[in-house]
């Protein structure tokens, strides 16, 4: 009997394994269908659409806009392709011998000013070489709004990138969508947070505008299927969950999940932007992504047609289900991809210390000679910027942080994807992992507002039978301004930087 049930879970397909999330589709497979371009697969989206492809045994080659070590630790057995939707050229490579192209790129970040003519650039510059290259298909995920009413920056360029790839002759398959909820996803985090954090709501007349959400899963699942179901190419389509809600509602429900009691107060009016301001300085989320996702808020954002379940009909998760389950998997360290990925907008492009062409000049080194050995130094460094935050002196970070944000920067509630493990690109509050070597570097990049370039290094030397223990800041900058904020800050290093390396070594 035993053997008959090793042989039984030996034949199951690997994509029917529950842990994915299109283990239950009703579409099937058709990994003949030639190679698949996944572009923004280091993003949220696009990072949790590549397993599911590869699962199903699809031939899947990733766009991404530098060549990064992890890229093939990350994609094993993908091909890895840099290019960038701005660069016609670099896009030939990419789009050559595809037959479907998921178009996951945005601009969000940019600003409104550059959002519109960024946005469309790179969707026309994508739609002529798609059809140069002969590709078959192109699956877009854009924002679910009503062309009827005035809508906010953020949902009319995704329209008109909508537009820009039907132009061409290439079949477009558009789905739309609202508010995505999932662990890692900006939303979630927001809403999360507010509910933690604010035991009294001032809830604005727009508050009580209705929405749609719809969980990650669903989502994939609808990128997935839409890509094994021919008949659904050149059509757009809603995508939603089963529930309509107001934003009063959805905040009420998360905070159910979490066991909170919360009063919700009306108030007649409360200027959109402000409000998403003071959101920003709440969450973990920056300011300038928070002004785009309420940007929308204003309306009703709701699905117009329901065609889709005709074509890949499967039940979604309800709001409630969807924002248990991502409650569910932060308790349980095992967020795979978060909205960080893609904030701050082309962090993957800014220099590397070791790239700099000058040496950063202003450093100081902070040591300590220990007996302890390597691997319990480095899993006490690597939980920096956890639970226990920065070990001491933490209303200094906090404080630093705060700044930070209200001068529209990250600030350091971002935290990290996972309590227990690090890769690189991995963010830590305003610091993101530059380079990881296991018991010897860890190296942070500064993504905070400062008048020049930062890093932080902890680095494990051997020093005879004993372990040297190290903290190096390092500063880069040609102004005055950044040679002021460096020498303004200069007095604080010590204590701060004195303090955290015996807290690391005293708790390895």
């Known amino acids: 009997m035993t053997d008959d049930t090793n042989t039984e879970k030996q034949s199951i397909p690997l994509w029917k394994n529950p842990d994915l999330y299109c283990h239950d589709l009703p579409t099937e497979p058709c990994p003949d269908v030639g190679t698949v371009l996944v572009t923004g697969a280091s993003g949220y989206i696009g990072g949790r659409l590549v397993p599911e492809l590869t699962a199903r045994g699809y031939r899947v080659r990733v766009m991404v806009r530098a060549a990064l070590p992890e890229s093939q630790e990350l994609w094993p057995n993908i091909e890895v392709v840099v290019a960038d939707a701005l660069d016609k050229e670099s896009l030939r490579k990419a789009l050559s011998g595809i037959d479907t192209a998921y178009y996951l790129i945005h601009s969000l970040l940019l600003g409104p000013e550059k959002l519109e003519v960024a946005e469309i650039q790179a969707s026309t510059n994508f739609r002529k070489v798609a059809e140069q290259e002969h590709v078959k298909r192109i699956i877009y995920l854009g924002g679910l709004g009503d062309i009827h009413y005035e809508l906010s920056p953020h949902l009319r360029s995704r329209m008109k990138v909508s537009e820009e790839l039907q132009h061409g002759s290439v079949p477009v398959t558009i789905l739309r969508a609202a508010i995505i909820i999932g662990s890692g996803s900006a939303s979630y985090e927001i809403i999360r947070h507010l509910v933690k954090r604010i035991p009294v709501f001032i809830i604005p007349r727009w508050a009580e505008n209705l929405c749609q959400p719809i969980a990650i899963r669903d ?103 969807a924002i248990t389950r991502a409650k569910n998997i932060e308790e349980q360290d095992t967020i795979f991809t978060r909205w960080t990925s893609a904030y701050p907008p082309a962090y993957e492009l800014a220099v590397k210390l070791d790239e700099l062409r000058e040496r950063a000049d202003y450093t100081t080194r902070y040591s300590l000679t220990t007996e302890k050995e390597a691997p319990a130094l480095f899993q006490s460094i690597c939980t920096v910027g956890g639970k226990e935050g920065w070990f001491s002196n933490n209303w200094m970070w906090r404080l630093r942080g705060l700044i930070d944000k209200i001068f529209m920067g990250v600030g350091d509630l971002r935290g990290r994807r996972s309590r227990n493990r690090l890769n690189i690109n991995d963010v830590i509050g305003f610091w993101r992992i530059e380079d990881l070597r296991p018991n010897k570097r860890l190296l942070l990049r500064a993504e905070m507002k400062m008048p020049g370039k930062a890093w932080l290094e902890f680095t494990i030397e051997d020093d005879g039978d004993k372990r040297k223990l190290s903290v190096i800041p390092y500063y880069y900058t040609k102004t005055l301004a950044g040679k002021l904020y460096w020498y303004v800050f200069l007095p604080f290093h010590g204590y701060i930087f004195n303090d955290l390396i015996k807290d690391i070594e005293k708790k390895s």
């Open 219 to 321: 989502v994939i699942k609808y990128l997935v299927g839409v890509l094994e179901t021919p008949a659904t190419a050149g059509k757009s389509y809603d995508i939603c969950g089963p529930d309509i809600l107001t934003y009063k509602m959805m905040l009420k429900v998360c905070a159910e999940v979490y066991q909170l009691k919360r009063i919700f107060i009306p108030f007649p009016t409360w200027n959109i932007g402000i409000f998403s301001y003071f959101t920003s300085l709440l969450t973990p989320v920056p300011a300038q992504l928070t002004r785009y996702l309420m940007g929308g808020l204003t309306n009703d954002i709701v699905c117009q047609t329901t065609s889709i379940i005709v074509s890949i009909p499967f039940q979604c998760l309800s709001y409630r289900e």
